[in-house]
Nanobody
């Protein structure tokens, strides 16, 4: 199982970035995929999850209306579109695979996620 994030970088406040999470080594379409982030000195927090059926679960209220998640099962890739970025969005962003095959919706918490990628850095300047 391998997850590889890309697309991070530097952006000014109000800008946009699209992160990608390329997956391999498992039946991609069977699993929920989540995006998480960790800023320096802070705990890792959940951002968004997309279920195997394409449903969205927001873990961070602060990104509602600005971030969206999507998946392309043909490409084994999940995307995180981040708009109207703020300095407080700066962090290392990780994707992870839910270790449980679920029927419909993402889990409520992050405890069942594993197989973390190496992360991609997002920097937002004010």
């Amino acid at each position: 199982v391998q997850l590889v994030e890309s697309g991070g970088g530097w952006v000014q406040t109000g800008g946009s970035l699209r992160l990608s999470c390329a997956a391999s080594g498992f039946s991609f379409g069977d699993y929920d995929i989540g995006w998480f982030r960790q800023a320096p000195g802070k705990e890792r927090e959940g951002v968004l999850c997309i279920s195997r059926r394409g449903g969205t679960t927001y873990y961070a209220n602060s990104v509602k209306g600005r971030f969206t998640i999507s998946r392309d099962n043909a490409k084994n890739t999940v995307y995180l579109q981040m708009n109207s970025l703020k300095p407080e969005d700066a962090a290392v962003y990780y994707c992870a695979k839910d270790n449980i095959v679920r029927t419909d919706t993402c889990p409520k918490g992050s405890g069942s996620f594993g197989s973390w990628g190496q992360g991609t850095q997002v920097t937002v300047s004010s």
